[in-house]
C-alpha cells in the first residue's frame, strides 16, 4: 500500500509502506488530511478508552501545565500525583497499594521486576534474582522486558544482550487442553528446577494481549499460580499493561478471579492515550520493607510522577467512572462475541473467536481440522489488518501465536466509549476484510 506523504527525516518501525497524516480525531473516529475517516476498531494497540477530542482530559492537563508542567520526583510531590493515587487505591486489588509512575508499558514492567528484587532483598532474600515468565507472551521492547518476553521475533536480534528468564507455557485453551492446575504445576516444576531460593517472581499477563490475542484462561488457572507463588515465596507480578483499566469489562483482569497480585502495572488505557502513562502499583507492607531495610528504592526516572501526566490520568479516569465504561465494557462483551461469530463463526479460515469485554481475537488457520497455521511468510493478519484499514476499520493484529512464529491473530479493542451499532459496523467491515483476503 502507498500513501503519496513522505515521512521527511522521520523514520517508523514497519518500513514497507508510508502512512497517511492524520488530521483529528472525534469520538471513535480519526480523520485523516483527505477527509477519510477511520474507525478506531483497536484503539491503537489497545490505549484509546475513553475516546478522542475529550475536553475534559486537555482542559486538565493544560491548568496542570500551566501552574507546574514539570516537577522533579526526587524533590516535590504534586496534587495530580497524589489525588490519582489515592484514586486508584480505591480501585487495585492490593491491600493499601502505593503507585510509583513511569511513562511506557515497557517501562512500568522494568520497573517492577527490579522491584521484585528489591522486595526480596529487603525481605533478606538476597539469592532471589530470577524472574520466570511466560512462552508467546510480551511485556515490552526494552532488554529487561524483552528478557521476559517470550515472542521469538522480537528477541532473536537480541538475544545475546539480554538475560534470558525461564518460560513455562501459558493457558490457551485453543491449542493446549490442559486444566489451569496443571499449568500451575508447570510453573512449580520450573520454580523447583531453578531453586524456589533463586527465584523472585513470576510475571504474566492476567489475559494474553498482543502475542497470543486475547486468550483467557481457564478458571482455575489464576488461583492455583497464586498458591505456587505463595508456597515458595515467589512474588506475583501481573501485567495489566494492555488489560487493565477497564478493558476487560473489570477494572483489572485479575478481577475476573479475584486474585491479588504483590506488583501491578499498567499503561496503555491509564491517560486515555493523551499521554503516555504507566504505573507500578505494590503493597504498602513491601514498600515500607524496602525503606525500612533499604532505605530507598534503587530506581528513578526523570519524568517519573509526571505532573501533566497524572492529571491527564485523573481526568481519565473520573470519565470512566461518570460514564460507567467498565459497565460499558462488560455489557457489550458478550455481544461483540456473538456478533463475531456470526459473522465470522462458520469461515473455514476462522479457528477460533475468543476474548472478553471488548478485547477480541479471531484465530486464522488453513485448517480447523488440524488447526494448522498460515506460514508466517504469508503475512496473512498483516493483510487482513490493511484491507481493513483500507476500508476505514483499524484493527490490531499479530503473528507467532501458533507456536512462535507461525499462526495469525487479529484483534479488536475498540475505545470503551462505543456503542452496539458501531460495533456491529466494525464487525460487518472486518467480515468483508477477511472474506477479501481469504475467500471462504
Ligand atoms: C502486556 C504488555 N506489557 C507491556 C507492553 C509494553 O508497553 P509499551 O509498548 O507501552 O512499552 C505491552 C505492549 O503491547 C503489553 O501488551
Known amino acids: 500500500m502507498n500513501y503519496k506523504h513522505p515521512h521527511g527525516h522521520v523514520f517508523y518501525r514497519k518500513?514497507?509502506?508510508?502512512?497517511?497524516?492524520?488530521?483529528?480525531?472525534?469520538?471513535i473516529y480519526l480523520f485523516d488530511e483527505s477527509g477519510k475517516r477511520y474507525i478506531d476498531g483497536s484503539g491503537g494497540p489497545l490505549v484509546?478508552?475513553?475516546?478522542?477530542?475529550?475536553?475534559?482530559?486537555?482542559?486538565?492537563?493544560?491548568?496542570?501545565?500551566?501552574?507546574?508542567?514539570?516537577?522533579?520526583?526526587?524533590?516535590?510531590?504534586?496534587?495530580?500525583?497524589?489525588?490519582?493515587?489515592?484514586?486508584?487505591?480505591e480501585i487495585v486489588p492490593m491491600p493499601h497499594p502505593r503507585f510509583f509512575y513511569l511513562s511506557s508499558g515497557s517501562e512500568v514492567v522494568e520497573g517492577a521486576i527490579k522491584l521484585a528484587r528489591q522486595i526480596q532483598q529487603a525481605r533478606g532474600q538476597a539469592t532471589r534474582d530470577i524472574i520466570t515468565c511466560r512462552a508467546l507472551s510480551y511485556h515490552g521492547m526494552t532488554l529487561g522486558a524483552l528478557g521476559v518476553s517470550g515472542r521469538p521475533g522480537l528477541r532473536t536480534p537480541y538475544m545475546g544482550m539480554m538475560?534470558?528468564?525461564?518460560?513455562?507455557?501459558?493457558?490457551?485453551?485453543?491449542?493446549?487442553?490442559?486444566?489451569?492446575?496443571?499449568?500451575?504445576?508447570?510453573?512449580?516444576?520450573?520454580?523447583?528446577?531453578?531453586?524456589?531460593?533463586t527465584?523472585?517472581?513470576?510475571?504474566?499477563e492476567p489475559i494474553s494481549g498482543a502475542s497470543l490475542g486475547a486468550v483467557v484462561p481457564p478458571d482455575d488457572y489464576w488461583p492455583a499460580v497464586r498458591r505456587v507463588c505463595d508456597k515458595y515465596g515467589v512474588l506475583l507480578i501481573a501485567d495489566e499493561v494492555l488489560v487493565g483499566m477497564g478493558r476487560t469489562g473489570k477494572w483489572w483482569g485479575m478481577d475476573h478471579w479475584q486474585v491479588q497480585p504483590d506488583i501491578m502495572v499498567t499503561s496503555k488505557g491509564l491517560a486515555g492515550g493523551y499521554v503516555p502513562l504507566g504505573f507500578i502499583a505494590a503493597k504498602h507492607d513491601d514498600v515500607e520493607l524496602i525503606r525500612q531495610k533499604l532505605g530507598d528504592w534503587n530506581h528513578g526516572g526523570t519524568f517519573s510522577h509526571h505532573p501533566v501526566a497524572c492529571a491527564a490520568a485523573l481526568a481519565t479516569l473520573h470519565i470512566l467512572h461518570k460514564e460507567k465504561l467498565v459497565e460499558n465494557s462488560a455489557n457489550l462483551g458478550p455481544k461483540l462475541g456473538q456478533m463475531l461469530q456470526e459473522a465470522l463463526g462458520d469461515h473455514p479460515h476462522v479457528g477460533d473467536i475468543r476474548g472478553r469485554g471488548l478485547f477480541w481475537g479471531i484465530e486464522l488457520v488453513q485448517d480447523r481440522e488440524s488447526k494448522d497455521p498460515f506460514p508466517v511468510s504469508r503475512h496473512l493478519a498483516w493483510d487482513v489488518a490493511q484491507r481493513a484499514f483500507e476500508k476505514g476499520l483499524l484493527v490490531y493484529y499479530s503473528q507467532g501465536c501458533a507456536d512462535g512464529q507461525n499462526g495469525d491473530v487479529i484483534m479488536l479493542g475498540p475505545p470503551l466509549i462505543v456503542n452496539e451499532a458501531q460495533l456491529a459496523e466494525m464487525v460487518g467491515i472486518l467480515a468483508e476484510a477477511v472474506q477479501e483476503v481469504l475467500p471462504g
Do not use: C, W
Open 199 to 204: 527465584v523472585a517472581a513470576f510475571i504474566a
Open 48 to 89: 484509546v478508552n475513553v475516546g478522542y477530542g475529550r475536553s475534559e482530559i486537555v482542559e486538565a492537563m493544560t491548568k496542570q501545565a500551566q501552574a507546574a508542567a514539570y516537577v522533579h520526583a526526587l524533590m516535590f510531590t504534586n496534587e495530580a500525583t497524589e489525588q490519582l493515587s489515592s484514586e486508584l487505591a
Open 15 to 27: 518500513m514497507s509502506h508510508a502512512r497517511p497524516k492524520i488530521a483529528y480525531g472525534e469520538g
Open 163 to 197: 538475560i534470558n528468564m525461564p518460560h513455562v507455557r501459558p493457558p490457551y485453551p485453543y491449542r493446549l487442553d490442559i486444566s489451569g492446575e496443571e499449568l500451575a504445576g508447570r510453573l512449580e516444576e520450573s520454580i523447583m528446577a531453578y531453586g524456589a531460593e
